[in-house]
Each structure stands twice: as structure tokens, then as C-alpha cells.
């Protein structure tokens, strides 16, 4: 089976850094998404890692080691409208993808 | 283009009636997947479709839970003898078959038993 772990909450201040972060245990690994979903709406995707290392998109990097079964979401700068949940989803060579509960962020002024 | 498109926005249906849920995937996407999320809650993996390939129904609940793609567009979660734990937001996200790609997914649909 599949297993994420990432934490439940976050808070961060406007135009601070943040990192989130992502465990998983999964056989057949085939790539690491992110995803952003405000309330009441249906996600979107942010980034994803299949080889380890930094992906830089913007505001926004994810970092991806495989050896270690760990990722994270940096976001840089942040704003007001940052303030949603970031999921993990874990992505299988049998095209099954498997989502972590997800990290609700509160962005304060 | 059109994204990923669901019916109906809302239902609310009584315990121990059926329903059938909608899913209309971007067109040319050979993979559609079903998730359920309840509220507070991530994604819910159900049933995954590729191409014509058998598919992958490890994440349905329950045998009341069903799904089928005709086609190879179009796709279909019905439920039947529903139950109020069966209340959640059902969604449907399709990508195209160079994986791993980006999920795009359809607004969902909020499910309520009373």
C-alpha cells in the first residue's frame, strides 16, 4: 500500500517563506505532484519532482529525494491568496496516484 | 478549452435511494480517475481508468460503488442504496496517458443523504 504523511496545519506571515512537507512509503514510485485547493473548490496542480532534486516554478519549488521518500513545497513570498490546503499525491508506475490529507496554510498579515 | 466537467453540482438524495454521478473528461484524455472527499478531509482515491484497460477499482468502498467509461470518454459513478456516510464531494479528474502528467480536475459533485 501507499502511505503520506504531511502535516495538518500551517501558519506563516504575508511575504514570509514557508516549506511543507511530504513522507510517503509506496512501491512502484513514479513521481510526486503537488497541489493547491482552496476552499469549496476543486484542486490544482502546482508542481511535480520525478527525478530528485529542485523544481523551481516561480513563487512556488518543490524539492523531491527519492532515497529518503521525502518532498517538499517552498513558497516564497507570500500572499494573502496562499492561504489553502497543499496536498501530496504519489504517482505509481500503474498510473494510480495517491493524495495525502493535505496541509491547510493560513497566511496572517 | 474545455476542462473537465461534472453533473450534478448537488444532489441530495434519500437513504437507500441510487445515484449516478457524471464525469466528462478533456477530450483526447485516455485517463480518468474518481475521488471522494469528505469535508475537512484529502482525497479519497476510488477508481482509476486507462484506455481500455481493466480498471484499477482497488479503491471503491463498497460493492454498493460503481463505476464505468464509455467509450473511453464519458464515465459514470453510480451508488446505489445510498447512506449518509456516502456524503462527500465526488470528484473526477482526467490526464492524458504520457504519465506521469498533471490531474485536471472537474468541480465536483456535493453528494448529501439525508
Known amino acids: 500500500g501507499q502511505n503520506i504523511d504531511q502535516p495538518t496545519e500551517m501558519t506563516a506571515t504575508e511575504g514570509a517563506i514557508v516549506q511543507i512537507n511530504c513522507t510517503y512509503q509506496t512501491s512502484g514510485f513514479n513521481g510526486l505532484f503537488w497541489y493547491q485547493q482552496h476552499a469549496g473548490e476543486a484542486p490544482t496542480f502546482l508542481s511535480y519532482n520525478v527525478l530528485d532534486g529542485l523544481e523551481e516554478k516561480g513563487r512556488f519549488s518543490s524539492f523531491l529525494s527519492r532515497s529518503k521518500g521525502y518532498s517538499y513545497l517552498l513558497l516564497k513570498e507570500l500572499q494573502m491568496k496562499d492561504s489553502a490546503s497543499y496536498l501530496c499525491a504519489v504517482y505509481t508506475n500503474a498510473g494510480k496516484s495517491t493524495f495525502g490529507d493535505g496541509t491547510t496554510l493560513t497566511v496572517k498579515p | 478549452g474545455a476542462g473537465v466537467s461534472q453533473s450534478p453540482s448537488n444532489k441530495v438524495t434519500e437513504k437507500g435511494k441510487d445515484v449516478e454521478l457524471r464525469c466528462d473528461p478533456i477530450?483526447?484524455?485516455?485517463?480518468l480517475y474518481w475521488y471522494r472527499q469528505s469535508l475537512g478531509q484529502g482525497l479519497e482515491f476510488l477508481i482509476y481508468?486507462?484506455?481500455?484497460?481493466?480498471?484499477?477499482k482497488s479503491g471503491l468502498p463498497s460493492d454498493r460503488f460503481s463505476a464505468e467509461r464509455t467509450g473511453g470518454s464519458v464515465s459514470t459513478l453510480t451508488i446505489q442504496r445510498t447512506q449518509q456516510e456516502d456524503s462527500a464531494v465526488y470528484l473526477c479528474?482526467?490526464?492524458?496517458?504520457?504519465?506521469?502528467?498533471?490531474?485536471?480536475f472537474g468541480p465536483g459533485t456535493r453528494l448529501t443523504v439525508t
Open positions: 481508468f486507462q484506455g481500455n484497460s481493466a480498471p484499477d
Open positions: 479528474a482526467s490526464r492524458t496517458s504520457s504519465g506521469p502528467g498533471e490531474q485536471y
Open positions: 477530450s483526447g484524455h485516455t485517463a
